[in-house]
């Protein structure tokens, strides 16, 4: 398999283009989901279609370690490539090229901040991003506005933003178009909205939702599957 070939093949690709095939170049969007269920898996195989249809990513991973985190994109890369990609340690190696990893406390995190650190890597010319992957945002202490905020970063730097939230069982708000809390709130603010439920029989696949998504590149309702050990999205 060729690397435009597993580009092709990847069920991510009915979130690149809009419905007149143009590219997003703009979009804020969430993965949630109650905890074990494959979030980062998600925002991972993100970053890596990303990377791969050319693009920088900043993976900002929150309260997480470096190494951890880069285990998942080892381990996803993996069982991706174990389809006899052709010149997989060239793809690889292009991944590590165009994907960073910054790490922050929990406590630590906020726009300011993030954008101090971007800044600097910008406007030294060391890496500019086009998409930032945020992972461990805790939208349970989270307002409004700093979730503008962001949004508001996202359009001052011509960003693709994408967090991860946890949904609890026993809480049971949701919003009108079924974002289950602490997102149903806020869910105004993303373009795309993601929710993965479980499998309902032990060999079924879990269900990745997409419930919104403004920018015109897949309808509300498409549905793919996640394969519950691997956590890879099939096709």
Not at 8 to 17: C, T, V
Not at 22 to 45: C, D, E, H, W, Y
Not at 147 to 157: H, I, N, Q, S, T
Not at 206 to 214: A, E, F, P, Q, R
Request: hydrophobic share 45%.
């Amino acid at each position: 398999m060729l690397k435009q070939d597993l580009i092709a093949k990847n069920p991510l690709r009915i979130l690149n283009q809009d419905a007149q095939g143009n590219p997003v170049p703009q979009r804020m969007g969430l993965v949630i989901a109650r905890a074990g269920l494959g979030k980062t898996a998600i925002l991972v195989q993100i970053a890596l279609d990303s990377i791969l249809r050319g693009n920088k990513i900043i993976h900002v991973s929150i309260g997480q370690s470096l190494d951890k985190t880069r285990v998942w994109y080892d381990d996803i890369f993996k069982d991706i490539a174990v389809a006899e990609l052709e010149n997989a340690a060239a793809i690889e190696e292009e991944i590590m090229r165009n994907r960073m990893i910054m790490t922050f406390n929990v406590s630590a995190f906020n726009r300011p901040k993030l954008e101090e650190r971007l800044n600097d890597l910008v406007q030294q010319d060391v890496y500019r991003p086009d998409c930032l992957i945020i992972d461990g945002f805790d939208f349970a202490k989270a307002t409004r506005e700093e979730l503008a905020d962001l949004r508001e970063l996202m359009e001052v730097m011509g960003l693709n933003i994408w967090f991860s939230a946890v949904s609890h069982r026993e809480d049971n708000r949701a919003s009108a178009i079924g974002v289950p809390a602490p997102c149903h709130e806020v869910d105004d603010l993303f373009d795309t909205i993601m929710l993965i439920q479980p499998a309902t029989g032990q060999q079924g696949y879990n269900k990745l939702n997409i419930i919104k998504d403004s920018t015109g590149c897949a309808a509300a309702g498409t549905t793919l599957e996640l394969d519950p050990v691997s956590l890879i999205i099939q096709g």
